[in-house]
């Protein structure tokens, strides 16, 4: 006869409460813990994904993910001449909020480098990569944007021909592929008032000019665009990503580039560092010490809990006693008692969870080693908790059993 098992039964109502309760805190735990490893994964997934040996960003920057980085576009030929280097790709990247159906929309806006790069490293769910050099995106599935879909960004109109899961941003943010030349169009655009006023400025600097003065044909290229006035550059980019040939030494083709005067390059890994370093560094640091410290907490309401049930058995243990039982029964009937909390509270953490975080806004992401990790921590909790109840079961008289 388990002692234990008959104690559960007799008070199988509130037991069951209690284990319930404790699930629900270890759920907590659990969830942060894969809240930390989403910031984490969401953090480096193009870093890891994009397949670029070397970043080149503008000099003494952190760029493109930690800060603001502008780099030319023809750094891209002066990369692709230097020895090892297999392909030079463009890359644009930053964040928009538009509102859509009332409803505000926030995306990350990522540009592939067109013809070169059409997206076909992108896990579609659905759809196609970018078949053409303008008006078409992939889109991820969080932005609930469904193929065919078309979105108004800037004065042009772009259709959904793709969509992928999970590729989120740093920040959260659902991910849209757009060609480089359409993510430039986005981020640089202006409103026609804008550009009225400033073709109307160029013509007056040109009026007040020497040049415009002796060549009033000059004055006739201020109302074109700009980016039809050779004297204005082209949009830049936000980097440019590095391919380097399997035989070439990756470190020489980065000592050389970052001898240029105008940029700094950052392998893989570093750009990764970069990222959890510094961007989501905080973010990690404060989910860490939450999870420690829920963990502490549910440690210490285990212990309560368990205290609880065995001064509700005070007379129980001291009528043991009186017949003779040995401790190791009484000790058992305890321990017994915590590791059924802690293994049921730990299923009912794992089995509500998962249905719970899939709803989350952050990606929840459970691990098989931190669930192992978990795992043996609550046995520890549930084993560290009896102490408490334990050395409250050796203190009964069996004498109390008379009283």
Do not use: C
Not at 98 to 115: H, K, N, Y
Not at 256 to 265: K, N, R, T
Request: aromatic share 6%; hydrophobic share 45%; proline share 4%.
């Amino acid at each position: 006869m388990n002692l234990a098992i008959k104690d559960i039964r007799h008070n199988l109502g509130r037991f069951a409460l209690t284990t319930v309760g404790v699930g629900m805190l270890l759920m907590i735990v659990m969830g942060m813990g894969g809240i930390y490893r989403g910031i984490v994964e969401d953090a480096t997934l193009l870093v890891d994904n994009v397949g670029a040996d070397l970043w080149i960003v503008q000099r003494n920057t952190r760029g493109p993910f930690a800060e603001i980085s502008r780099v030319p576009p023809n750094l891209v030929y002066r990369a692709a001449a230097v020895p090892g280097v297999v392909a030079a790709r463009e890359f644009v990247y930053h964040t928009v909020q538009r509102e859509r159906d009332g409803q505000p929309l926030r995306m990350a806006v990522l540009g592939l480098s067109w013809p070169s790069d059409k997206g076909s490293w992108i896990p579609l769910t659905a759809g196609r990569p970018l078949a053409q050099n303008h008006f078409e995106m992939i889109a991820d599935e969080s932005l609930q944007l469904a193929l065919g879909d078309k979105i108004d960004l800037g004065k042009e109109t772009y259709t959904v021909v793709g969509t992928t899961k999970s590729m989120l941003s740093a920040s959260g943010d659902g991910i849209a592929f757009f060609t480089v030349f359409d993510a430039q169009q986005i981020q640089f655009d202006t409103p026609g008032e804008a550009v009225r006023l400033e073709r109307a400025s160029r013509y007056a600097r040109g009026e007040d000019s020497e040049l415009g003065s002796r060549q009033p044909t000059l004055l006739d290229n201020t109302d074109k665009p700009a980016s039809e006035l050779p004297a204005i550059a082209r949009p830049q980019l936000s980097s440019v990503m590095v391919t380097v040939s399997a035989g070439a030494d990756l470190q020489r083709v980065a000592d050389i580039i970052s001898g240029w005067g105008d940029v700094s390059v950052y392998t893989q890994e570093a750009q990764r560092n970069l990222l959890l370093k510094g961007s989501v560094d905080r973010a990690r640091r404060q989910i860490g010490l939450f999870r420690v410290l829920l963990t502490l907490i549910a440690a210490i309401i285990m212990a309560l809990i368990l205290y609880t049930l065995t001064l509700d058995k005070i007379h129980s243990i001291a009528l043991l006693k009186l017949i003779g039982a040995p401790n190791h029964v009484i000790l058992g009937l305890i321990l017994q008692q915590a590791l059924v909390l802690g293994i049921f509270g730990f299923v009912i953490a794992y089995l509500v969870g998962g249905r719970l975080f899939p709803m989350f806004p952050r990606r929840v992401i459970l691990t098989e080693t931190d669930l192992t990790q978990l795992a043996l921590i609550v046995l520890g909790i549930s084993v560290a908790s009896s102490l408490l109840g334990i050395w409250k079961a050796m203190k009964v008289s069996p004498n109390e059993a008379l009283s």
